[in-house]
C-alpha cells in the first residue's frame, strides 16, 4: 500500500486503464470501514480510500478537534484490506487559498441530520464530488449508518451526472446492537452502556412498525426512559427507496446517529 498526500501524487499513482473504487473517510477505522474496503476490494482493480477529517462538514471547532485522530493504526487496517492506496491528505491540499466552491443538495441537506448540523451536508457535498474528480472512480462507498448522507450523495451524482456509482453497504454493529461509529471510542464505560438505546429505541420502533403502530413514538418511548441519552429526533423518512426509522441523541456530550429500515420500496 502506497499513502499519497498530494493529489499530483495520487493521480500519478493511479493507472487511467484501472479500474477504481474509492472510500471516501475519515480516519479512525473500525469494522464498518473494513467492510467498505472488503467490498471496493471484490469490486475494482485499484482501491483508494481517502483520510481526511474535512474540517467543511463540522460546525463547531471542539468537535472537529476532538475528532479521533489515529493515521498509523489506519494505515495498518488498510494495508491488511488490501487497500492500494491511501490518500491521507490536507485541508491545505484541498482546501487552498482563495478556495470559493460550494456544493448545496437541496431536499435532503434540509432535514433531520441538516436541522440539527447547518451546513453540514454542503460541506459532505462538496468534498465527496471534489474526491470524485480528483479520484475518478468507477464505483465509491459509504455505509447505511449515514443513510441521509448516501442518500444525497446518490441524489449529487444524479443531479451533476457525476460518472461514478454509489454502493451503500449494511451497517455494522458491535455484538449488543450499537452501530459502529468512530465516535464510540470517545464514549466513557457508563455512557457506552447508555448508548445501547438507540438501536433498542430503533428496534422497538420497527416492532410496532410492522404491527401498524407509530414507529417514532415507540422509540421515543425507550429513548425517554434512558436517562444519559438525549434524543435530538426520532422520524420516519424515505431515503433512496426505503423507508426508514432514523434518530439521533447525544450521550455524555456525543452525538451518535443510527437508522432500520422499516421497508424498501419494492417490498
Ligand atoms: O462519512 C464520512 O466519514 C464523511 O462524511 C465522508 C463521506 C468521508 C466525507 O468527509
Not at 444519559?228 to 422520524?235: S, T
Amino acid at each position: 500500500m502506497r499513502t499519497v498526500r498530494t493529489i499530483a501524487e495520487l493521480q500519478a499513482a493511479l493507472d487511467p486503464a484501472a479500474t477504481v473504487g474509492l472510500v471516501p473517510t475519515m480516519g479512525a477505522f473500525h469494522a464498518g470501514h473494513s467492510s467498505l474496503f472488503r467490498a471496493a476490494r471484490a469490486e475494482n482493480d485499484v482501491v483508494v480510500v481517502s483520510l481526511f477529517v474535512n474540517p467543511a462538514q463540522f460546525e463547531a471547532a471542539e468537535d472537529l478537534a476532538a475528532y479521533p485522530r489515529d493515521e498509523a493504526g489506519d494505515a495498518a487496517v488498510a494495508e491488511r484490506e488490501g487497500v492500494d492506496v491511501l490518500f491521507a491528505t490536507s485541508a491545505d491540499e484541498l482546501y487552498p487559498g482563495g478556495y470559493a466552491t460550494w456544493v448545496e443538495v437541496d431536499g435532503y441537506a434540509q432535514r433531520l441530520e441538516g436541522v440539527f448540523r447547518p451546513g453540514h451536508f454542503r460541506g459532505v457535498a462538496t468534498i465527496c464530488l471534489k474526491l470524485f474528480n480528483i479520484v475518478r472512480p468507477a464505483r465509491a462507498y459509504f455505509g447505511e449508518k449515514d443513510a441521509q448522507q448516501a442518500a444525497l450523495v446518490q441524489q449529487l451524482v444524479a443531479d451533476l451526472n457525476a460518472a461514478v456509482a454509489i454502493r451503500v453497504l449494511p451497517t455494522v454493529r458491535d455484538d449488543d446492537g450499537l452501530a459502529l461509529s468512530s465516535r464510540n471510542s470517545r464514549l466513557t464505560p457508563a455512557h457506552r452502556g447508555a448508548a445501547v438505546a438507540l438501536p433498542r429505541a430503533l428496534h422497538a420502533g420497527a416492532a410496532a412498525y410492522a404491527r401498524g403502530e407509530d414507529a417514532a413514538a415507540a422509540a421515543q418511548r425507550v429513548l425517554d426512559a434512558e436517562p444519559l441519552v438525549v434524543p435530538q429526533y426520532v422520524e420516519v423518512a424515505r431515503f433512496d427507496g426505503r423507508l426508514v426509522l432514523a434518530a439521533a441523541a447525544r450521550v455524555g456530550g456525543i452525538r451518535l446517529i443510527d437508522n432500520v429500515t422499516l421497508k424498501e420500496d419494492s417490498a
